[in-house]
């Protein structure tokens, strides 16, 4: 059974930082694609950041000045750091993964429950 568990959300004032991880297990990671999306309230889920099986890197163009994803492939653990936070980047953070594909244009297989992030100014 597949399980991605978000974790490390939390309230932080605008201009701190956070690092979320996602714990990944029940599935052979290193042939995933991880990556990011978000929803805040009363908006659609957006995608936020990925990384593929590769190691190549994709975000949100208006989020990669602030927003890094890394993954360890050896703990089966990805990460997404978030810099100089703005309260619009208040949302629901969700994990997700997809075999192969780039999580850009396809759906993923597998989603988090979800870690709110809350920013205050």
């Known amino acids: 059974q597949v399980q991605l568990v978000e974790s490390w959300g939390g309230w932080v004032q605008a201009g701190g930082p956070l690092r979320l991880s996602c714990a990944a297990s029940?599935?052979?990671?290193?042939?995933?694609?991880m990556g990011w999306f978000r929803q805040a309230p009363g908006q659609d889920r957006e995608f936020v950041a990925s990384?593929?099986?590769?190691?190549?890197?994709y975000y949100l163009d208006s989020l990669k000045r602030r927003f890094t994803i890394s993954r360890d492939n050896a703990t089966t653990m990805v990460y997404l750091q978030m810099n100089s936070l703005k309260p619009e980047d208040t949302a629901v953070y969700y994990c997700?993964?997809?075999?192969?594909?780039?999580?850009?244009?396809?759906?993923?297989?597998?989603w988090g429950q979800g870690t709110q992030v809350t920013v205050s100014s």
């Open positions: 997700a993964a997809r075999l192969f594909q780039d999580l850009r244009i396809a759906e993923p297989n597998y």
């Open positions: 029940g599935l052979t990671f290193s042939n995933y694609a």
């Open positions: 990384i593929s099986w590769r190691g190549s890197t």
